[in-house]
């Protein structure tokens, strides 16, 4: 899996991992002086018995690291996590507005992508709305993006600072790119919170992608952390 | 100091403190059974030695609690310094426009605040510009942001999610409020970092703010903090 | 409460604190702009209901600063808890046996404090041993002790230095002297490990203490967490 | 490397390792969507500038696993650093002498490995003593361990409980066996810190380790530090 694609522009990618399967079971055996080198059906017990009682502090010594490029309200979230959470086996490196690297690049729903209010809640979101409202809006802020970036220009040229400047964009559409490091048990916990019905549709199909990756790589953790899930 | 006003709209408040200098002194000594209950000058000279040398985790003892009412990009690059840095004893609670508890407000600066780019350096600000120019950016900003937010509510009118509706929001310059709650060790680490010249004019602002507070509460480890600056 | 006593030798005090059961809640309506100045039933509620939920992260917002005097085999169990958490909001000073700054002291169990091994499980403790085998292992414990420390002591009149000299202590019994600082999240998650039947005996001791000046400062807080401890 | 011996029968193996120099090049340049597949002389020149900067938050993208096999006293120091230092994408786990896994073995310096006092310092260690003094005090320490080790097992032998007969053990110098994950970021100011001729000289042989494992996975950050190392 080279780059998993996510909305309109965006993507998730897994620059590198360490450990596998296996070092969540040599880890938690660490009083006795043995290491595996091969899964058996003992140790996806092991592994089973430990993230059903929540002894998951071998799962920090197993890491992956991600490559993101995702709307800035999906990085709010998405940091929000990080500072708010206690999982602090997190390194994050983000690019930033503050001067011009790359031409800014704006996440636009499809007319069939708009959502209704939820009835019963604060936050999240409905039905789909009709298409023909949906054309109506994607048009707007089309529109309403594309005037921000002229405004941004025209500052830039004249001479104001960049870092000023961006206040003429629409920025929770914009894209930034950044890298994560994340233990294996953050990872779990991210998508614990982050695949659950009440996340944002957006950051739901970022989780996807990190679930399909962490899936892959440590097959047993992932079947037994999705059995017990609450 | 009830509350210090930041910028057009913001502001700064100290919510609470735990210890003193003398916490410092008595963190420090742990290895002697002895507790200190005022200052001399040879606590003083203690804590000098610990800033100068870099012995920093007795600082760690102390805490602060501090509501920020912030442009999101500020809070942007005041939760970067928090996830990227190693000062971990942080909390944070942010308000969250994915549901709508108060009218949204922008950051709009005056004609006399806006700045050119840097002539030597990527990021940051020069000179102050024009006023001439200043005002017509002012005004645009405000015109542009008077147009996003009567989208964004013509958006909610139509039934869309106020977690979609967002994106007509020039979020850089939306003002969020949060609470954050870090350790002394952490707070001076933001202030060496954000009181900098090439910090961004507006987090300086806020920066110079936290700074007051820390220093009235600590003021032996301030002024040994802020001789050994670099 | 100024000292609770643990133990033959030991103790709990607490240093500082800040926050109350009203800085949670208010950190969690951060979203409102409003501040809350006494606590009324409905936000009892809102403090039960975020720690049914699990949404415990305003709870980072209050810290609690305590001087602990305690055998070095439940500072251990302790720094595990700490480094194995991912709670992240402590820090730690502690004395060193490395230089000599006050007398070394040990823990003896009274002749009524010894504990047999349990019998369905691979650790922790089970009945209480007869006194007349009690009497015999205090006694040879006092013993040993005495000599590890005369070989001490003429290890360092033989110049030996005190780092190396330490090899002839029986460490697990000697008392350290730690300051521990933490949020309240991180308090009532070391009381969930270590006030827990398969928490050994010790440091079940202090946890009780830990406990009695929680309640007494957080009985909002408390209660709710008392109530939905697993 | 397979495994590195340390001290009489104590080692350090190196599990797994995540990245290489060109995660740090990449990592630190995520504003320009660019991927360097093979460092050049500019990408040297970076990760220069980036540590004599400070800069150091791109070298927690990279992660080293580690199984370390010392005595207690080593342990305690590394954990000191751990849980004192700010660096916390640190994961710890490790044996426990709470339940009898594997026998126990003990840290007994050599007759040519005492060392003396330092004379101007209160920590620390001077010359090496006289091998007529060491010899003596090799033997007194073999002899008392051989005590410790049987009123242990006698206690066992009693029923007492494995966590409360640890109290015969002279533990500062018996072996537990761990594994430590952590950033790239946290293995430098580690070696910072346990390099340095302050630090006790048993935990410099692992740190020496720790090192040679890190600059044959990390040539160009390692070369960097060791340039710019105060």
Wanted: glycine fraction near 4%.
């Amino acid at each position: 899996m080279d780059r998993l694609q996510v909305l309109d522009k965006g993507y998730v990618r897994l620059v590198g991992v360490m450990g596998s399967d296996l070092t969540i079971v040599n880890s938690a055996r660490v009083s006795y002086d043995k290491q595996k080198a091969e899964m058996d059906s003992k140790d996806e017990r092991l592994i089973n018995f430990l993230i059903r009682e929540g002894h998951t502090s071998p799962l920090r010594h197993a890491s992956l690291q991600f490559e993101v490029y995702a709307p800035l309200m999906v990085a709010r979230q998405w940091w929000k996590y990080v500072v708010g959470s206690d999982h602090t086996m997190d390194a994050w490196n983000e690019s930033s507005r503050r001067y011009i690297s790359e031409d800014e690049q704006f996440y636009i729903p499809a007319p069939t992508e708009w959502r209704s209010k939820p009835e019963n809640s604060k936050q999240g979101s409905g039905e789909t709305l009709k298409t023909a409202i949906g054309n109506k809006f994607t048009k707007a802020l089309m529109q309403y993006v594309e005037e921000g970036e002229q405004l941004y220009n025209f500052a830039l040229l004249n001479d104001i600072a960049p870092e000023q400047a961006r206040l003429f964009l629409p920025a929770y559409g914009m894209y930034v790119r950044w890298y994560w490091t994340a233990s294996l048990q953050s990872v779990l916990h991210f998508l614990d919170q982050r695949l659950g019905h009440d996340a944002q549709a957006e950051i739901q199909d970022y989780a996807i992608a990190v679930d399909a990756y962490t899936k892959a790589h440590f097959p047993a953790v992932h079947k037994a952390w999705q059995e017990h899930r609450k």
